[in-house]
């Protein structure tokens, strides 16, 4: 196999991005050092986390001047997502360091006034923006097609500026502001996308740098609509993974958290098998789901960590599946089977490495904010949110938080967060708040959904998956209150989860909320509809959606 070389300097999420390369028919070779650089003929710089420390890392380590020296001979060299703002003068996110000043540009934060931030999603990269018609594709980009984002600074894109200095720009746009999603220049290619995460059409374009065909003929010119621009409605599904009666790991669902079947006698009450976790997956990705979800539901339950399953399922699901992949499930510090102390962060970095892009944080989260209000909301810094976050950077912490209504008769009846529903309670509440809930809904906390999104925001949280234990598996449409209601408290995005049914509640929640993304399970796996049924539906209903490229 040809190779290419991979800078291997930060924390993050690498092997994606070697599987991707292998699948587009190249091998990788590591640069461990700055000696490295020279042998180097294709060069590629992955990045993840803040711009100030991936730079530093880079500058530190020796490896700006090499990086220079390989740009300047003219060999060719791709940037993705923190390893294309690296190209850049500089960025509001760490205003003191300096970039390596090849574009000559700033990056900015997205302003969050009326979007959420980060930007997490499915998004263009148009090179035909001004409307012109081409029949050429920059290193295989297409206007049509949609790419994986995920960033709260970007460059913004000001007509004519970086063309001037000779660049040609293929754009995005995020509410009204429109920024660089890639940019090529001679040798250089970089993308604020993730190529490895972007599906058929991300690995278009790394095969397109790998080959070094940097301009290739359209295989047809899009339509105007075709290309429209903005974040896609995010279409999510996801696997709730346990070992069965029987030690086998499958995909179960419950209703409103019970995982075992109610038809008594015949079944003895066994989990529910749904099918395997790996090529289900695999099915989803193939119908067009934007990300995949693993959620562990008996967490690490008398395994040692390194042994845990769902390493394996994400290493063999990362190799087919070039969408996210999140995990969720005994996130936490623990004591290993040995006795070993085990850090959060340790875990997530296994997972990291194995091919998850997102860890998600449910029980532990809850006990952390608790104690983040028992402080007077003082960080701490050795949360799992915190670590976390700090080392993978926001956008690999989502927390999932599995709430349950408690109802009441007025506000004044609870210290908590109440909303006026309407869906009445069962002696004609009218009131509700939202209860958090630990271990897979089996313990209520007396601590609110509002309470806790607002304290994991703060501590450094990138997203929210919001269940909800009166909705799961009702197929009776997402809760769109509990939804309004954690919208309005805070700026990161939200995934709306349980109760869908049919295509229909998901056109109606992204009507009717503004949620981020929206998540589906049961009537995915009992196989009722498709998540491509969904994504046309939305179409249909003129919502902007990623459709599955071959
Ligand atoms: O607490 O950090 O170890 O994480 C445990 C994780 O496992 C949490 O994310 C928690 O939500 C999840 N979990 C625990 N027990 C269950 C269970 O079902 N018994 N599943 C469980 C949660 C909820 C959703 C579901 C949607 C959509 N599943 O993920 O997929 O409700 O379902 P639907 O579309 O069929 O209605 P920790």
């Known amino acids: ?79 993705i997502c923190v390893g294309l703002q690296a190209l850049f003068e500089g960025s509001e996110e760490d205003p003191q360091v300096k970039g ?17 931030v980060p930007h997490i999603g499915w998004n263009s990269a148009n090179t035909s923006r001004t409307g012109q018609v081409t029949d050429e594709s920059l290193y295989g980009l297409r206007p049509a097609s949609k790419y994986y984002y995920v960033h709260s600074y970007a460059a913004p894109y000001r007509e ?57 003929k359209l295989p047809e010119v899009p339509s105007t609509e075709a290309t429209r621009e903005g974040l896609t409605r995010r279409v999510i599904a996801c696997l709730d993974v ?48 934007d990300e995949v979800t693993f959620l562990n539901i008996t967490s690490f339950r008398n395994c040692p960590v390194a042994d845990t399953p769902m390493l394996e399922i994400l290493r063999r699901t990362s190799e087919t599946v070039f969408v996210p992949l999140t995990i969720g499930g005994g996130i936490r510090d623990t004591v290993d089977t040995d006795g070993t102390q085990i850090s959060a962060l340790d875990i997530a970095t296994m997972y990291f490495k194995s091919g998850a892009d997102k860890v998600s944080i449910g029980s532990d989260a809850v006990t952390a904010a608790e104690e983040y209000y028992s402080r007077g909301r003082k960080l701490s810094g050795t949360t799992a949110i915190e670590t976390i976050s700090s080392a993978y950077g926001n956008q690999a912490v989502v927390i999932s938080i599995d709430p349950r209504r408690v109802y009441v008769s007025s506000p004044d009846a609870t210290p908590h967060h109440t909303i006026k529903t309407a869906t009445k309670g069962p002696n004609g509440e009218e009131y509700t708040w939202y209860q958090c809930t630990i271990k897979g809904g089996r313990e209520g906390r007396d601590f609110d959904v509002k309470q806790l999104v607002t304290a994991v925001e703060a501590m450094g949280a990138g997203e929210i998956l919001l269940n909800c234990i ?64 969904v994504k046309d539906f939305l179409q249909e209903k003129g919502q902007l959606v990623r459709q599955f490229e071959e």
């Not at 587009?24 to 000696?35: K, L, N």
């Not at 006698?265 to 119908?287: D, F, H, I, T, W």
């Open 1 to 79: 196999m040809p190779t290419v070389h991979m800078l291997d300097y930060v924390a993050g999420n690498v092997r994606s991005l070697v599987n991707a390369i292998e699948k587009v028919g190249y091998s990788v070779e590591w640069v461990r050092s700055p000696a490295d650089v020279p042998a180097a003929e294709k060069l590629i710089i992955p990045g993840v986390g803040h711009f100030g420390h991936c730079m530093t890392n880079l500058e530190k380590a020796g490896y700006t001047e090499p990086i220079r020296e390989h740009i300047k001979a003219g060999k060719p060299f791709m940037g």
């Open 100 to 116: 390596l000043g090849v574009i000559p540009a700033r990056l900015k934060k997205f302003d969050s006034k009326d979007k959420s």
């Open 160 to 216: 004519g500026e970086l063309e001037k200095a000779g660049w040609q720009v293929a754009t995005a746009r995020y509410g009204d502001e429109e920024f660089v999603g890639a940019v090529a220049k001679d040798n250089v290619f970089a993308t604020q996308f993730h190529p490895e995460k972007s599906g058929s059409a991300g690995l278009r374009a790394l095969k397109a740098f790998c080959d070094g065909r940097r301009v290739q």
């Open 242 to 289: 346990r070992t069965n009666d029987q030690g086998d790991l499958v995909v179960t669902k419950g209703d409103q958290y019970d995982v075992r079947e109610k038809d008594g006698v015949s079944s003895g009450g066994a989990v529910r098998n749904l099918g395997k976790p790996v090529e289900m997956a695999k099915k989803y990705y193939e119908q067009g789901a």
């Open 470 to 533: 009166d909705k799961d598996g009702t197929n009776s449409g997402f809760d769109l209150e509990l939804i309004n209601d954690v919208k309005a408290a805070i700026k990161i995005p939200v995934i709306a989860s349980s109760g869908a049914g049919n295509p229909g509640h998901f056109e109606e929640v992204f009507a009717k909320t503004t949620t981020d993304a929206a998540l589906g399970a049961g009537m995915f796996h009992r196989g009722e509809y498709t998540v491509k049924q």
